[in-house]
């Protein structure tokens, strides 16, 4: 019995050590997510630090009054102040002014009621805000807050007011710099790695709203690579803090105190916050800030690669082997452009630039645009369903480049005899003298579309008689059949869909068409 009790306590105890063993081995599993960054308990610390190197910018510009001092049905009363729109109060200095008005006074021999000189000048003030980059006085702010301005005045944190020269600015990205001098150094801030900042990070921004004065609010990253539709490069952060009227051109900081953006515009019916603002990411605005500075006429040179791009959808992609919807599909070359030269042809989808991958077509201007000019750098394609990778000397962009595809060369017009071919709801006839002329094809080669069978795959992605295709299967197309050849192959092959070059008026672009249509 003793032997027993002895061997059952004995496994009582080797239980209980087992159990010790697995509950140490549970408790640093479930701690392990505290490794993630903490909520701050405050920013003043912070606060401190960075609202010194945010700045306030004034604006003034001259514009003429308007017949007897009237600006869309208001009165124009001296001495009111010009406030930004929307600021909270605009009301109050109305309603103050026009009583004051009416007490009497402001009639006067030879002015007209509002008692301003009919036709004389007056000078519109705007607010903004800005950040210096450099202690001798550089400054960065967007370039909508200084457009059209005849004077600009930037004031300091501590309230001294300092004239401001325009270096340069750049409409494309909505980037300018401005230098001040000032016999102290200003305190600058510091440029951060936009790349890096997540998506749910803490940031702060800084400005100066409806005019009251640097004030700062804090939020999160909400979102990366917005497209606004505001211009050619659009790659805008997204946050809830706070940004108002005024707050364009001030910094977006992260919690290490560095600028990961420029604040510039925000989603609003109403004209105030509504936890949707966006900003220029740093890499982009820092590289542009650096190049008007340095660059003798203060002019951005950007960089050129002479291609008309399309996306990649999910049916080109399968249609061309790809393992996923990604990089930007060359539907032309321009002629002794940089990607001519170095080989590039329609239909390539560009991976890879300069060693950083396109994950989408509204990336790759992006890329080209911020690569030196006359740098030379790897641009990986997929053609023919395998990577290659060829050298590309990147050109200068003529910002009245026309990048429409050119018009196909003149060919000689086929023999009149023209049998049609119907496949995928498509009726297509080789191109004729009266089909020229009846679709207005101007040296076009390929074969036309006569016929669209209405609610077909075809009919689906926009195609119309009078398009030409010139391409399936990127094999060049001289006649009918051949379209229906290469239809009948990929089917054969078990593809889901296969890739047409159409040409329209003169405009290419490629459409992977479902085969799954009779």
Do not use: C
């Not at 050590?17 to 903490?38: I, K, N, Q």
């Not at 001098?181 to 409806?210: H, Q």
């Not at 008026?505 to 490629?510: A, E, K, T, V, Y």
């Amino acid at each position: 019995m003793s032997l027993l009790l002895s061997r059952l306590s004995s496994r009582l105890r080797r239980s209980a050590a087992m159990a010790g063993a697995v509950l140490l081995l549970v408790v640093p599993g479930e701690l392990a997510p505290a490794a993630a960054r903490p909520a701050p308990d405050g920013f003043a610390d912070l606060a401190e630090k960075l609202l010194p190197s945010v700045v306030n910018i004034s604006t003034t510009q001259n514009v003429k009054s308007e017949k007897q001092g009237e600006r869309q049905g208001e009165r124009s009363v001296p001495g009111r102040p010009q406030l930004p729109p929307g600021s909270p109060f605009e009301e109050f200095f109305k309603d103050f002014f026009d009583r004051d008005g009416q007490r009497g006074g402001d009639r006067q021999e030879g002015r007209p009621e509002g008692g301003r000189p009919e036709g004389r000048s007056r000078k519109a003030t705007s607010l903004g805000s800005g950040f210096v980059i450099d202690a001798e006085g550089y400054i960065v702010t967007n370039n909508h807050v200084i457009a059209d301005a005849d004077e600009i005045t930037v004031i300091l944190h501590n309230n001294v007011s300092l004239k401001a020269e325009l270096v340069g600015r750049d409409s494309k990205t909505d980037v300018a710099v401005l230098k001040v001098k000032t016999d102290k150094p200003l305190v600058a801030a510091n440029w951060g790695d936009s790349d890096k900042a997540r998506v749910g990070d803490w940031v702060l921004a800084i400005g100066n709203p409806f005019g009251l004065g640097g004030s700062l609010t804090a939020g999160i990253l909400s979102a990366r690579q917005r497209d606004i539709q505001s211009g050619p490069y659009d790659d805008f952060l997204q946050t809830d803090a706070s940004i108002n009227r005024g707050n364009s051109g001030g910094p977006m900081f992260n919690t290490d105190g560095q600028v990961i953006g420029i604040n510039t515009a925000i989603y609003s019916p109403s004209g105030g916050s509504i936890g949707i603002g966006f900003a220029i990411p740093s890499n982009l605005a820092k590289e542009i800030a650096a190049e008007l500075i340095r660059a003798p006429d203060h002019v951005v040179r950007r960089g050129w690669l002479g291609v008309r791009i399309q996306a990649v959808t999910d049916e080109i992609a399968e249609s061309l082997g790809l393992d996923k919807a990604r990089g930007a599909l060359v539907a032309s070359v321009n002629d002794n452009g940089p990607a001519h030269v170095s080989g590039i042809q329609p239909g390539d989808v560009i991976v890879s630039f300069n060693d950083k991958p396109v994950n989408d077509m509204r990336h790759l201007p992006r890329l080209v645009a911020e690569t030196a000019v006359g740098k030379s750098v790897p641009v990986s394609v997929w053609r023919r369903r395998k990577t290659e990778t060829v050298q590309v000397v990147v050109g200068r962009l003529d910002e009245t480049e026309q990048v429409a595809a050119k018009e196909p060369a003149k060919s000689k017009s086929p023999k009149s005899e023209s049998p049609t071919v119907t496949t995928l709801g498509i009726t297509l006839s080789n191109i004729t003298p009266e089909l020229k002329d009846k679709f207005s094809l101007k040296g076009a080669k390929g074969v036309v579309i006569v016929g669209i069978v209405n609610d077909s795959a075809a009919a689906d992605k926009g195609l119309r008689p009078g398009d030409v295709i010139m391409e399936a299967a990127q094999e060049e197309i001289k006649n009918a059949g051949q379209v229906a050849g290469k239809i009948d192959d990929a089917k054969r092959a078990g593809r889901k869909s296969i890739l047409l070059l159409v040409e329209r008026q003169g405009d290419l672009r490629f459409i992977a068409l479902r085969l799954d249509q009779s």
